[in-house]
């Protein structure tokens, strides 16, 4: 599938299945529906049949209170049957509101406790660099979730250790749960953060697949990390959503639920 034609299916799957199980996050979700299609598109190495290949890249969702947006990915993509996805967030479902990859083929690690998913990826991207591989490895941060200390311990470590195949992608959509980033905690300039902790840095519009596609295949032959700043609208894709931070918990009932549907549906790929 095409990577605009893979995002418009998940945008309106994120939000059937959010809509089904009364869900939160489905902001968080739709943030990062045009990261995730691209990088499954044209960007990674998998095997759905094989999901534990030894080649295969890596992809950690660190915000995995965003879960909703990767399962519907590996689904459409074809790791698990798309029917799985009608009980996501229900009582008995392996597709648990945070991201789970316990029975779940294709999810690498189990994430929402934030700061904790990329360290991970940081771990398995030394793993495979002592091992000799050349696989990547990427994990996905929100710009709310950069205030936690141990992304920045996982800064110095990358690049101490020169993990040239790690990707941290940072979806940087201004908004955390009850409000802006800058009025929890300001996070000033973080490609300067990034720069001075010694990585390769790129910022990119979170939502055009071209310049998504350029800054993940983008590889800098100075052995250092790379960190892509992609500018995102939380909510992106239903007007009503946008940069609205009600979204974060609230689920689409009734007369929004079928706004948000038509909108989706008639929406150019
Ligand atoms: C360690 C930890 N603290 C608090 C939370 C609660 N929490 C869930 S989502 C969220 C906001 C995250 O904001 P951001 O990373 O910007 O992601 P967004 O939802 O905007 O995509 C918080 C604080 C959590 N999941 N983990």
Same mark, same amino acid.
Not at 77 to 80: E, H, R, S, T
Not at 140 to 146: L, P, T
């Given at each position: ?9 998940v945008?309106?799957?994120v939000?059937e299945m ?11 979700a739709?943030s990062?529906v045009?990261?995730?299609?691209v990088?499954y ?6 095997d759905t ?17 965003a879960?909703?947006a990767l399962?519907?990915v590996?689904?459409e993509?074809?790791?698990?049957p798309?029917?799985?996805?009608e ?11 945070h991201?789970s !990859?316990?029975?779940v ?5 189990s994430?929402? $406790?934030? #700061?904790?998913?990329? @360290? /991970?990826?940081?771990g398995?991207?030394?793993a495979?660099?002592?091992n000799?591989?050349?696989n990547?490895?990427f994990a ?7 205030d936690?200390?141990s992304i920045?311990?996982m800064?110095?470590f990358a690049n101490h250790f020169r993990l ?5 992608i940072v979806?940087c959509n ?9 009025e929890t905690?300001?996070l000033?300039d973080l490609?300067?953060?990034f720069?001075d902790?010694g990585?390769?840095v790129?910022?990119?519009?979170g939502?055009? !697949?071209?310049?998504?596609?350029k800054?993940f295949?983008a590889?800098? $032959?100075? #052995?250092r990390p790379? @960190? /892509?700043i ?5 909510g992106?894709?239903v ?11 609230r689920?689409p ?11 989706l549906?008639g929406?150019?790929?």
């Open positions: 599938m095409e990577s605009k034609a893979l995002a418009k299916a945008r309106i799957d939000v959010i809509h089904r199980s009364h869900a939160s996050h489905i902001g968080s739709l990062i045009d990261i995730l299609s990088l598109t044209d960007i990674m190495k998998y049949a094989d999901p534990a290949w030894e080649g295969r890249d890596r992809l950690v969702l660190s915000k995995g209170h879960g909703s399962y519907a590996l689904a993509v074809g790791f698990f798309k029917s799985w996805l009980n996501y967030d229900l009582n008995g479902s392996p597709l648990s509101g991201v !990859h316990k029975g083929p294709g999810v690498e690690f994430t929402g $406790s934030l #700061g904790h998913g990329a @360290c /991970v990826a940081c398995m991207a030394l495979s660099k002592l000799g591989k050349t990547r490895t996905i941060v929100g710009d709310g979730e950069c936690e200390g920045w311990e800064a110095m040239s195949d790690f990707t941290l979806d201004g908004l955390q749960s009850f409000g802006p980033c800058e905690i300001e000033l490609g300067r953060k720069r902790f990585w390769n790129m910022e990119v519009e939502h055009d !697949h071209d310049a998504l596609r800054a295949s590889r800098p $032959s100075n #052995g790379t @960190c /892509v992609a500018k995102t609208v939380k992106k894709g007007s009503f959503m946008e940069n609205n931070v009600l979204w974060h918990y689920d009932q009734g007369e929004e639920y079928e706004r948000a549907l038509s909108e549906q929406a150019e790929q």
